[in-house]
Nanobody, 114 residues
Framework: QVQPVESGGGLVQAGGSLRLSCAVSGSTANFRRIAWYRQAPGNQRGFVAQLNADGTTVYADSVKGRFTISRDKNTVYLQMNSLKPEDTAVYSC??????????WGQGTQVTVSS
């Protein structure tokens, strides 16, 4: 297995949208769970959303109704709508294998201006 690779971050005004991508090795079916986390300066890294192998999803309360996690064969996406300045952070992807080893990407910066 190889390191996941995130992309799609950038600068957006409050109320705008971005779609993040997490490209994984081979297939998203190689993993029991793929999740997004975020970390802003001075804060601890926090959970955002996860996609389980059976297609079920879990969201943090702070993003529920605004963010949507989905997948295709090789990539997991995070659609981010109605963005707020407090969403500003580095967003990282974690791919959890069936042997319970976790693989982290390098992260992509999301900045939301007021």
């Amino acid at each position: 297995q190889v390191q996941p690779v995130e992309s799609g971050g950038g600068l957006v005004q409050a109320g705008g949208s971005l779609r993040l991508s997490c490209a994984v090795s081979g297939s998203t079916a190689n993993f029991r769970r793929i999740a997004w986390y975020r970390q802003a300066p001075g804060n601890q890294r926090g959970f955002v959303a996860q996609l389980n192998a059976d297609g079920t999803t879990v969201y943090a309360d702070s993003v529920k109704g605004r963010f949507t996690i989905s997948r295709d064969k090789n990539t997991v996406y995070l659609q981010m709508n109605s963005l707020k300045p407090e969403d500003t952070a580095v967003y990282s992807c974690k791919a959890s294998a069936y042997d319970f080893v976790d693989y982290w990407g390098q992260g992509t910066q999301v900045t939301v201006s007021s």
